[in-house]
């Protein structure tokens, strides 16, 4: 797992936290992780291959063209010569 370290956080928002963890039964610390991964990871969210889906089917294509949109690659990058 990950660390971060937050600075510079005002004192009302630092107490606006400890009081919405404390209603939650939670630890500060826990609280803001729940806070950002409800942020963060929302559900209902629509992922990219869906949306280029939807705007295909808008624009007539048909279900075998559109298809190719959902497919992910995972072919690593390879780096970008300019020379």
Known sequence: M????VRNLPD?????????AALRGRST???VRAILKETVLAKG???LGSLLTAVGQ???LTEEE???FALRDDTPGQPVEFE
């Open 12 to 20: 009302e928002v630092h107490r606006a936290l400890r009081v919405r």
């Open 66 to 68: 559109s298809a190719g």
């Open 45 to 47: 969210r629509v992922g």
């Open 58 to 60: 808008r624009a007539g």
């Open 29 to 31: 610390e826990a609280e």
């Open 2 to 5: 990950a660390m971060l370290t």
